[in-house]
């Protein structure tokens, strides 16, 4: 199950939709919005998306982590728009037979989410905003 | 005579203050030379050129990638979603 | 939150336990039944626990997980008596204000709880059954 | 002369036939004895004596500790909680 949307997040279809019968630990990641950053108290978030390249790249990453661990399931949402503090911007739900997998492979796709994704982020506080820049992309064939 | 499709994102949707552009270029225009051009026509975009990279058909591609008739390109700045 | 039940574990409000306005990242582990152990394929397990020690000492992890990582919250659950393949035996939940800490805090929950909490598991096969050895928990003073 | 309450759990429940027991123990008694009375008392305990770990009062306790009259005894084979 792979997800850009702007209602709340539903964490209970995720897992089921990674979880096998041979599989013994599931690994489900929050990214929630905190009340601060860098200092700054943040009254609430606004998320933009270049829509369809951000599901292809959440599905890109799921097939990465599968190549590089051996996992059963992997599924990621990810939501947009305005959030307010305490709510889940992101879900990334993975599956495996035992549990070092599933942590490992679960942490390495949030990285590479942030890392590959076109998902922007903008912080409002009481007295202004601002887009954040995070990482930017590698681009095949790049010197 | 290329014509491209140049979607705007984030902070460069704000300054621009469009989601969608037209721009025509010469035959032979490469991305490189489609963010020169920006930075002329749309010189809030400017300062944003040095970390801007750019997707065609949904795939980042580099400066030298040569762009046809129709193409759709995204503006990517530096991406933040995820989780902290 | 922390608790030792017979009853199916509800990982909702387990993870609103942990969550924190401060908090970017909750990470949550769910240990599964699996079909499958060492070759042998699983009908049920079967769990016993030393309740009320279990219950402290689960507790006493996450007072161990506290004091090693920057975590803001640790909640844990532990279901015991009879479980089927696919049914959810233990659930830790960690949130933190960054998503390292979140996901090193949570696995190492995790193998704390399967070295220090009395609690004991039979597998049982179409054709028998075993109650699983696992740890011997380090007693404090001993050689 | 300390009488114990033990208690059994997993294959040890399952050996004993029973979830409790009492044993009387002599003066000075430690938890290395009250083992060596339950392997000649319960022969069936016999063989996880080597992996066995008592509790008393809900914390881990050496061979050599004390015991005293009334003390909760619990015999903790290796654990299998958690996940795989």
Chains 1, 3 share one sequence.
Not at chain 1, 115 to 140: A, F, L, M, N, Y
Request: aromatic share 8%; net charge negative; proline share 7%.
């Amino acid at each position: 199950m792979f997800a850009i949307t702007r209602e709340p997040l539903d964490p209970m279809p995720l897992v089921e939709s990674v979880r096998r019968d041979e599989c013994g630990a599931v690994v489900l990641f929050y990214g929630v919005v905190r009340n601060e950053n860098r200092g700054r108290s943040v009254r609430y978030l606004e998320y933009d998306a270049y829509e369809p390249m951000a599901l292809k790249k959440l599905r890109a990453v799921a097939d990465e982590v599968r190549a590089k661990f051996p996992v059963t399931g992997v599924g990621v949402l990810h939501r947009i728009g305005r959030l307010e503090v305490g709510e889940t911007s992101l879900l990334v739900a993975v599956s495996a037979g035992h549990r070092r997998e599933a942590f490992e492979a679960c942490h390495y796709a949030v990285d590479r989410i942030k890392e590959t994704v076109p998902i922007w982020k903008k912080e409002v506080w009481e007295d202004g905003s601002e887009w954040i820049e995070g990482h930017v992309p590698e681009v095949p064939g790049a010197g | 005579m290329p014509q491209v499709h140049v979607r705007l994102f984030a902070g460069l949707h704000d300054l621009v203050g469009k989601r969608d552009l037209v721009l025509d270029l010469p035959a032979g225009a490469t991305i490189g030379l489609l963010r020169e051009r920006l930075g002329e026509e749309y010189p809030v975009v400017q300062p944003f050129l040095a970390t801007l990279v750019c997707a065609v058909d949904e795939e980042y591609v580099p400066s030298g990638h040569l762009l046809r008739d129709g193409d759709d390109v995204a503006l990517i700045p530096p991406i933040s979603g995820g989780a902290a």
